[in-house]
């Protein structure tokens, strides 16, 4: 008995000691994935450090170039992507480095966009290094030197917009003026304000004006509104009260209608009432629609209002665009009202046929009929052939067919001709036909040349002048 407890004990105590074991190896394990896992680290850390210290230097210059080369492959100055891409490789520039860039900048020819450059290193640099940058900046001339001083104002603004005004008020371009410097100008002081942009800027930058009477209308819309209806030059007059309406509109549209109903009847009280119903119909449709006709005065609703409304109706159901017209009696503003919304391509091509049907012959139809065969020229010629079979002689038919036949010439330049030739008014008819000529000409001259020669549709002298 003594002896089976005596192999128990001896049993127990090994297994003690080899969960001790156990558990010395597992901290063991554990200390030398600790110390692994340090040593990885370290040598991440270490591989980092070589390759910083044997990567070759960036090219600023380079870098900067290959965008902007890349900007000229654009149209119109380029993609925003690619604009954004430049930005973003100037304000990355560490400051160190700008001094050198900027006197490489200086000497390097980005024409047309070497200006914007300049401006985006100067806002750079200005929030490192405020008067190494302005002192850059006053050491360029002209058109350069403008830019670069805009590029001084948002950092000015925000860290000194005392010296700010005075840093504007001695340069006399409408460059000067940004938005956020005219935003501030009008909190201070909106009167001063708005004289001070035109004095600045004359007849130089429409939308400045358009922003001191949006950001005063915040504050004061009756002042606002007032001193726009002030101004004496059309033009200013005209963008200021497009600033009061557009922003007025929207922060409170009853009192903005009753305050456009004060003004003088004329063509500025028809254009602010139809912004401002245009813009009120984006938002609610229909009780724009059922204002329009059933409380707003009948000498209001001219052609002049729902041609500025028609304007604004982008993003409006069509259908409702389509049912709104059907409420008004007089066809020709019904044609001036969907005639407008038309060339805003409200509508898709069966639509658009829709609505040309409730428009008298003019010149709205003839561009609704022009937009749609050149859609359906461009996507089925056969289609497009059909349609224009389908429709009996009319001003809006020769639109049509003479938006068709440049189309119809890479397929076959006869029938092209031929179609040319259907078309009743003698000027279009001619118009038509020279277009086909000149055309027909680059792609084939000799056979276009044998069309002209017989064709009885041109004089001798314009024979000769195609042909020259």
């Given at each position: 008995m003594k002896r089976n407890?005596?192999?128990?004990?001896?049993?127990?105590?090994?297994?003690?000691?080899q969960w001790g074991k156990t558990q010395d190896l597992k901290k063991r394990i554990a200390e030398l994935k600790s110390e692994q896992a340090k040593l990885n680290d370290a040598t991440k850390a270490r591989d980092a450090r070589e390759t910083h210290r044997f990567k070759p230097p960036i090219d600023r210059i380079a870098q900067v170039n290959t965008l902007v080369r890349d900007l000229h492959r654009y149209r119109g100055g380029g993609k925003?992507?690619?604009?954004?891409?430049?930005?973003?490789?100037?304000?990355?520039?560490p400051p160190a480095e700008i001094p050198a860039l900027?006197?490489?900048?200086w000497a390097e020819d980005f024409s047309p966009k070497r200006a914007w450059i300049i401006q985006a290193l100067i806002e750079h640099w200005s929030r490192y290094d405020l008067e190494t940058a302005l002192?850059?900046?006053?050491?360029?001339?002209?058109?350069?030197?403008?830019?670069?001083?805009?590029?001084?104002?948002?950092?000015?603004?925000?860290?000194?917009?005392?010296?700010?005004?005075?840093?504007?008020?001695?340069?006399?371009?409408?460059?000067?003026?940004?938005?956020?410097?005219?935003?501030?100008?009008?909190?201070?002081?909106?009167?001063?304000?708005?004289?001070?942009?035109?004095?600045k800027m004359g007849n130089e930058d429409d939308f400045s004006v358009w922003r001191v009477a949006s950001t005063?209308?915040?504050?004061?819309?009756?002042?606002?509104?007032?001193?726009?209806?002030?101004?004496?030059?059309?033009?200013?007059?005209?963008?200021?009260?497009?600033?009061?309406?557009?922003?007025?509109?929207?922060?409170?549209?009853?009192?903005?209608?009753?305050?456009?109903?004060?003004?003088?009847?004329?063509?500025?009280r028809a254009r602010t009432l139809g912004i401002l119903m245009g813009q009120w119909a984006r938002d609610d449709a229909e009780a724009a629609f059922d204002y329009l006709f059933e409380e707003l005065p009948v000498e209001d609703r001219d052609g002049r209002l729902l041609k500025y409304m028609a304007l604004e109706l982008g993003g409006v159901?069509?259908?409702?665009?389509?049912?709104?017209?059907?409420?008004?009696?007089?066809?020709?503003?019904?044609?001036?009202?969907?005639?407008?919304?038309?060339?805003?391509?409200?509508?898709?091509?069966?639509?658009?046929?829709?609505?040309?049907?409730?428009?008298?012959?003019?010149?709205?139809?003839?561009?609704?009929?022009?937009?749609?065969?050149?859609?359906?020229?461009?996507?089925?010629?056969p289609e497009a052939i059909k349609w224009l079979e389908s429709l009996s002689e009319s001003s809006s038919?020769?639109?049509?067919?003479?938006?068709?036949?440049?189309?119809?010439?890479?397929?076959?330049?006869?029938?092209?001709?031929?179609?040319?030739?259907?078309?009743?008014?003698?000027?279009?008819?001619?118009?038509?036909l020279t277009n086909l000529a000149r055309e027909w000409l680059r792609d084939d001259r000799a056979a276009a040349t044998d069309w002209i020669k017989a064709d009885e549709a041109f004089s001798s002298a314009e024979k000769t002048a195609l042909l020259r």
């Open positions: 407890v005596m192999i128990v004990i001896v049993g127990v105590l090994l297994c003690l000691g925003p992507q690619k604009w954004a891409a430049l930005g973003f490789a100037i304000f990355e520039v900027a006197e490489k900048i002192e850059a900046a006053n050491q360029l001339t002209g058109q350069n030197q403008v830019m670069a001083l805009r590029g001084l104002i948002n950092p000015l603004l925000e860290r000194d917009p005392a010296r700010l005004e005075k840093l504007v008020l001695k340069r006399p371009k409408a460059q000067m003026l940004s938005f956020p410097f005219l935003d501030h100008l009008v909190k201070q002081n909106p009167r001063q304000a708005a004289q001070f942009v035109l004095e005063w209308t915040r504050q004061d819309p009756e002042a606002a509104l007032q001193w726009a209806l002030s101004l004496t030059d059309e033009r200013q007059r005209r963008e200021s009260i497009n600033g009061v309406v557009t922003t007025w509109s929207r922060l409170d549209r009853e009192k903005a209608l009753s305050a456009f109903l004060e003004v003088e009847a004329g063509s500025l159901d069509a259908d409702q665009v389509i049912a709104a017209a059907k409420r008004i009696e007089d066809p020709e503003l019904r044609g001036v009202f969907l005639g407008e919304a038309a060339l805003r391509r409200l509508y898709d091509d069966a639509r658009s046929l829709d609505v040309a049907t409730l428009l008298p012959e003019g010149k709205y139809k003839d561009m609704i009929y022009e937009e749609v065969a050149h859609d359906l020229a461009s996507q089925d010629m038919r020769d639109a049509a067919i003479a938006a068709i036949t440049p189309w119809l010439l890479n397929r076959d330049p006869l029938e092209a001709v031929r179609w040319a030739e259907s078309i009743t008014a003698s000027a279009r008819r001619k118009t038509a």
